[in-house]
Nanobody
Framework: QVQLVESGGRLVQAGGSLSLSCAASGRAFSSYAMGWFRQAPEKEREFVTTISWNGGITYYADSVKGRFTISRDNAKNTVYLQMNSLKPEDTAVYYC?????????????????WGQGTQVTVSS
């Protein structure tokens, strides 16, 4: 099993930047693909980005491509989400998730472990 704890969410102005972290505890972090999802008020949870176990493959939602960057440090059991050029529509609770496997995963159902979420609010 793996436990996930997100941090870094806060209020930021539009056009600003923010970095989220997700610290994992448990065994074999490098065995997991990692993903970030987000859920805005009254909306369904949506895919943001994913990264393979070794960081070699990443995918992004079209809405964040070119603005967000996912990375991971397996030595630190941590995955990061660097968010630049933030927009008010990026406002959401951001969740970190782990999927056991060697690929990358788009669907939330593929992820067996989730963090509690961290709130990101982008003011206009």
């Amino acid at each position: 099993q793996v436990q996930l704890v997100e941090s870094g969410g806060r209020l930021v102005q539009a056009g600003g930047s923010l970095s989220l972290s997700c610290a994992a505890s448990g065994r074999a972090f490098s065995s997991y693909a990692m993903g970030w999802f987000r859920q805005a008020p009254e909306k369904e949870r949506e895919f943001v980005t994913t990264i393979s176990w070794n960081g070699g493959i990443t995918y992004y939602a079209d809405s964040v491509k070119g603005r967000f960057t996912i990375s991971r440090d397996n030595a630190k059991n941590t995955v990061y989400l660097q968010m630049n050029s933030l927009k008010p529509e990026d406002t959401a609770v951001y969740y970190c998730a782990a999927a056991l496997g060697g690929g990358t995963y788009y669907y939330s159902r593929d992820y067996g472990y989730w963090g509690q979420g961290t709130q990101v609010t982008v003011s206009s």
